[in-house]
């Protein structure tokens, strides 16, 4: 799974600009689900048909869609000023590395002279230098999209890498997919678009699946860093289930069950309430008439920065959790 | 069916570039985008265009009390579609239907808002004079002592400020709130008030459309240009291969209300949303650039990448850039970042739709006094009218 997962988060793919990825995803799943379809606003939902008149249509949800930049003016002297795509701390750019879709890579800067120097830089003081070295041959324009750009590292059970958030979700879905022997259920694998600015991609792929029920694998933060958010989750303690978020209060009945089914299978897991941030659940939740919608979350630290930090064995207890939930009934 | 070919301009010399030179001309060689062409005179407005707009731009309408520019609208399109209704909102939904219309013919949206910014009555004092409060993102600090027309009547008033010279030095530079704010009709009693205008009942500015040079000059010309561009869309002489589904919609500025739900009774294959965006092109107070302009007035329409509310449908942004380049139409790229449009909530509807924004730029938006250039309202037309003559299926195949 973890040459997959490098793929997965080394590729660019900022909310609107999912392209790459969802082509990437769709190779890697391909003839394994019994349809793979596309809808309207890109998001990618690989169906595996229901097997069992009691099976229910089950909602799987794991954003494509990475946090970044977009360019929104070139000066005189091709320096890129620009605007943020999600939640893009300020913090994390200055000297961060920025790819554009076409490969053009680009390092963010920040204003020497500006209002204030002992604090934390405006995004409208920082600028993306691409390397032009004359108005004529800038390679980027009003409205260009990049991602930030890092390799993966491993350091043991340990890796980090740029969107973690939620290339590891999409890489769960994938490994899920992969190793789902029977299910009694109709499941839909939706590979969502757009998380990061607004939960829009989920939201409407739920209106066109109208399942019985979702869940969305999406990242949480953790409690476990030096004088770190008071916050029970940490890296190394199993798959999290999630209570609630700034978004959602995750049905108790999937919260209830996800606990059930982990206990039987003898999973690691930890239970989540995370205080501000939400997921594609939240979304599924109200749409249409609304549905019951929990999460499963890794726990990650460095959340939105370029180096996010996840904990393989965590990543596991997640698949292996989906896989046991799907390959038995559900009662809710 | 035959499509109207879209003219290939003969390349001519490059224009001398201009100071506040257009996005375009830095665009890079492998983007293999034609030379940059001189601008192609745009389309004069007609007299009875001009007068449409003026029409518009002078009635009030305020959200959710739209019908001043709903009645005018009605009677510009009635003639020219197959179906009109309005809607349990108050929006203007209107069909244009293709040659051969079926349940298989695609459809289109375009969007247009009919309201604008302004105040609501919220009561009145023992002096005669009215409380009020704003509906929508109307710019505080140009409120006091401007002249309003209230109710529906349009009785003129006053916004009322304590005269500069009686102002100690401190007040002077305080902000007043809109709670302080009161509009003065020249009565002196509240019952004599109540006889006039009733809480609840809407307040615009007074500002009188005129032509002044190349620009129009005006309230709300966001966004009556925006109907104005769609009523010259469906009184175009074209036949289509979508049914064409206008709607003017109510309360955008107040969150995009009226357009949520046009968007999930149409259920169009995609939208194109007509606004306006602010031009905020002039020059910094310091010396610095001005990198913030979201959009320049005189470089066209401005076309949406993305704002608050939506990232546009990178396929209908290309199609766009597509149509205007090969009919030598000057366009820009509003600046990506804050702001949003009906667009917002249209992309979102039912199972997603494939949505762009396309919008006139002005200058002084949500003010009692905007500008924006003839010739960009002009070209806005003329891409929109070239967009929908020029759409198949195929802009929104991957």
Redesign the interface.
Known sequence: MKPLLKKLVEAYGP???E?QVRDLIRAEIRNIPDYIT????G?LIAVVKKKAKSGKKVMLSAHMDEIGV???????RSYA?F?N?GGVFPLHCVGSRVRFADGTVGVIGVDEKRDDATKIPAL?DLFIDVGATS?????V???DAAGFYRPMEELGHRLIAKSMDDRVGAAILIETLRALKSTPHEVAFVFSV?EE?GL??A???A??LDADLGIAVDVTRTGDTPNGLKMAVELGGGAAIKVRDSGMIADPRIKDLLVQRAQEARIKTQLEILERGSTDAAAMQIARGGLPAGCISIPTRYLHSPSEMVDFRDVQACVNLLLAVLQRPIEI | MAKKPVRKAAPKPRRPAARLAP?RA???A??QRPQLQPLVRPPKATASEMDLLRELCNAIAVSGDEGAVRRIVLDAIRDHVDEVRVDALGNVLAVKRSKRSSQRTPRLLVAAHMDEVGFMLTGHESDGSLRFELVGGVEERTLLGKPVLVGPKRLPGVIGAAPVHLLKDDRRNAVTKVSQMRIDIGVDSADAAKRWVKMGERGGFTTEFAVVGPSLRGKALDNRLGCATLIELLRAPAVYDFDLHAAFTVQEEVGLRGARVVAYAVDPACAFVLDCTPARDLPSSDDR?N???NSRLGLGPAIY??DKGM??N?RL?RYLQQTADAAGLPYQ?R???GGGTDAGAI????????TVSVSVPGRYPHSPVMLARTEDWRNTVKLMRLALENWTPQVLK?
């Not at chain 1, 977009?70 to 005189?76: A, K, L």
């Not at chain 2, 992309?347 to 494939?354: F, I, S, T």
């Open positions: 909310s609107g600009y392209g596309m809808d309207p606003l998001n977009m360019v929104s003016h070139i000066d005189e000023r605007q795509i409208s108005k004529d041959d800038c390679p324009k009003v409205g757009q600015v829009r991609g939201g409407t792929a209106f066109g | 996005q830095k665009a890079p492998r983007d650039e990198t913030q302009y990448i993305s990232i546009s990178d942004v790229f600046q990506p970042g992309h979102l509807a039912r199972e997603g739709v494939p991957r």
